[in-house]
């Protein structure tokens, strides 16, 4: 079970990123797929979290509710959080995680109910 967030990148305040969570040896709609960020020197922070198939519900951080949406390809097999109007304090580096889909894992953006990680991908937004 591999998970693997990408898409990260630099970009100047204002501009948008979709960043990309793949999975190899599962399928991702069967599982909630969350997205989250840690800051250099703060904590693990919730950014969305989306419950596949199980009920199709998307859960935001209420301080990010509005510039970010989660979205699923089940074709491709991915997970998409689109990021607009980004500012500095969005650089952080980005991870994706999946979990049961049920229960209060997903809604609440709780990180430590996350089963899987994959390798986070580094948004840097500056001028």
């Known amino acids: 079970v591999q998970l693997q967030a990408f898409g990260g990148g630099l970009v100047q305040p204002g501009e948008s990123l979709r960043l990309s969570c793949a999975a190899s040896g599962f399928t991702l709609d069967h599982y909630a797929i969350g997205w989250y960020r840690q800051a250099p020197e703060k904590g693990r922070e919730g950014v969305s979290c989306?419950?596949?198939?199980?009920?199709?519900?998307?859960y935001y951080s209420d301080s990010l509710k509005g510039r970010v949406t989660v979205s699923s390809d089940n074709a491709k097999n991915t997970v998409y959080l689109q990021m607009n109007s980004l500012e500095p304090e969005d650089t952080a580096v980005h991870y994706c995680?999946?979990?049961?889909?049920?229960?209060?894992?997903?809604?609440?953006?709780?990180?430590?109910?996350?089963?899987?990680w994959g390798k986070g991908t580094e948004v840097t937004v500056s001028s």
């Open positions: 989306i419950t596949g198939r199980f009920d199709g519900s998307t």
């Open positions: 995680a999946a979990a049961p889909p049920y229960g209060s894992i997903c809604p609440t953006l709780n990180h430590h109910g996350m089963n899987y």
